[in-house]
């Protein structure tokens, strides 16, 4: 069956560097985008953008764009989203969502990540 | 920038019917999606393509469109349906509402 593991918490000191891994089993990898979704706190959801897993490249929303990096390890099946520099703002729960025809139909458990000095 | 409109909550008894809105400009053109969260769980996503059902998804939820509106209708609703409900589309860039609360009491 389809599942996405992610890695997880993380408790960093602002400033920092986190990077939070997404492991992918049950289907052929590369054949369906990675999203990336943001929830903080008590919020709601908040698309972060998405990595195409058969070539690469990313896409990041505005917003999501300097401090994130959406990276692949494809011969692990996994994705990454790592960010730089972070802020008390950026604690939240990341998700990673596998895309099918426009639709998020499998989704990693999230992972918290908590920004405190 | 885009908005989708939801109401914050809605109240319903269990057995009846809930009825979960979404506005937005030029909706009525885009496929819309809707994912169900429980406290303390990811997303679910329970309608697609703005009226279908994946697998897996009691048959109690339907999709439906009119005009720039999108509802998720959950019939005879259970208890084990209380949660936030989101609706999503695509708009150049995804966008999600702001969330339902739904409490079944």
């Known amino acids: 069956q389809v599942q996405l593991v992610q890695s997880g918490s993380e408790l960093k000191k602002p400033g920092a560097s986190v990077k939070v891994s997404c492991k992918a089993s049950?289907?052929?990898?590369?054949?369906?985008?990675v999203n990336w979704v943001r929830q903080a706190p008590g919020q709601g959801l908040e698309w972060m953008g998405w990595i195409n897993t058969n070539s690469g490249d990313p896409t990041y929303a505005q917003g999501f764009r300097g401090r994130y990096v959406f990276s692949l390890d494809t011969s692990v099946n996994t994705a990454y989203l790592e960010i730089t520099s972070l802020k008390s703002e950026d604690t939240a729960v990341y998700y990673c969502?596998?895309?099918?025809?426009?639709?998020?139909?499998?989704w990693g458990q999230g992972t918290l990540v908590s920004v405190t000095s | 920038s885009y908005d989708l409109t939801q109401a914050p909550s809605l109240s319903v008894s269990p057995g009846q019917t809930a009825s979960i809105t979404c506005s937005g400009d030029?909706?009525?053109?885009?496929?819309v999606y809707w994912f169900q969260q429980k406290t303390g769980q990811s997303p679910l996503l329970v309608i697609y393509?703005?009226?279908k059902r994946p697998s897996g998804i009691p048959e109690r939820f339907s999709g439906s469109k009119s005009g720039n509106t999108a509802t998720l209708t959950i019939r005879g609703t259970q208890a084990m349906d209380e949660a936030v409900y989101y609706c999503?589309?695509?708009?150049?860039?995804?966008?999600f509402g702001g969330g339902t609360k739904v409490t079944v009491l």
């Open positions: 999503q589309a695509w708009t150049g860039t995804v966008i």
């Open positions: 030029k909706l009525g053109d885009r496929f």
């Open positions: 049950g289907y052929i990898f590369t054949k369906y985008a």
């Open positions: 393509h703005s009226i």
């Open positions: 969502a596998r895309e099918e025809s426009g639709a998020y139909d499998n």
